[in-house]
Every structure is written in C-alpha cells, then in structure tokens.
C-alpha cells in the first residue's frame, strides 16, 4: 500500500488530536493494579478544553486502578492514526463531582452515571503527555504535548 497523505506538521497534529477530542466519544483506558496487572477497556468521555472526564465503577479493576494509582493512558484510533495520552487522575465521587462536568458528559453521552448508584465515580484526566502520528512515517514529531505544556 502506498501513503499518499502529505506529513502534517505540529501544528496539524495538535489541531487534530484537539478534533478527536472534541468529536470522539469512546476512548480506549488503560491502567494497572498494584501487582502490575495491566487493565484495557473502552469508557466514554468528554473533553472540556482542558482534562477529560471518564465514569466507571468504583468496584471494578479499572475503577480502582485509577483512583488508586492516578496515572492513565488513554488512545484513540487505529495503527494508522494514533493518539495516545498519558494523563494525572483525580477520583471524585458523585456528589464531589464540578456540575460542569457531570452536565457535560450526560451532554455528550445521555447518561448522568450518578442516576445507576453511588459506586459510579468520575475521573478528571489531566493530559501530560500527548503524542500523535499516522503510520512510520510521522514518528518523528508525534510528540505534541509534554510535562503538560503543548507544544505548539
């Protein structure tokens, strides 16, 4: 297969990852325990111009994981258009949860998770380093975020 696309500079890149953001709404998750078990799922999310914001249980691994640890992966895409972002979590239950948020993401999603039970939690992912490319080619330059500043 040949790659046709032209090579998208910084600037390009951050203004599509900050698209996927903002269009997206499933978001791949990935944490571990303690022991070092590594965990992987899909979670909805929003975007609110800073952090993202993720709901899941409180009882499950992933839950747990990012509560406990505080520390997240995130990654959209396919091999061939990839965004990853490592990111600082804050836990807040239910009721501690900014309203901005809670409405936003019931925005996006047509689900308050607070409405299912009090082990429903939400999380603020702080992006700290952010990297984007399609395919070999644009590895060089994928990194468009780093320690949390952009960097174009």
């Known amino acids: ?54 709901s899941t249980r409180l009882t499950n691994p992933t839950g747990r994981n990012l509560r406990d640890g ?16 490592d990111g600082d979590v804050t836990a807040y239950a239910g009721d501690e949860v900014p309203a901005s948020a809670v409405e936003a993401f019931a925005a996006k999603t047509g689900w308050d998770p607070r409405s299912d039970g009090v082990a429903y939690a939400f999380f603020r992912v702080r992006p700290r380093d952010v990297q984007a490319w399609r395919e070999e080619r644009e590895l060089r330059g994928r990194h468009v975020m780093r320690e949390g500043v952009w960097a174009v």
């Open 70 to 85: 505080g520390r997240a992966r995130l990654a959209f895409g396919d091999t061939r258009d990839v965004v990853l972002i």
């Open 1 to 54: 297969m040949e790659i046709i696309e032209p090579l998208r500079g910084p600037r390009q890149r951050r203004a599509d990852v900050l698209d996927r953001l903002e269009g997206e709404s499933d978001i791949w998750v990935a944490t571990a325990g303690p022991d070092g078990v590594p965990c992987l799922v899909a979670l909805w999310f929003v975007w609110d111009g800073e952090c993202l914001w993720l």
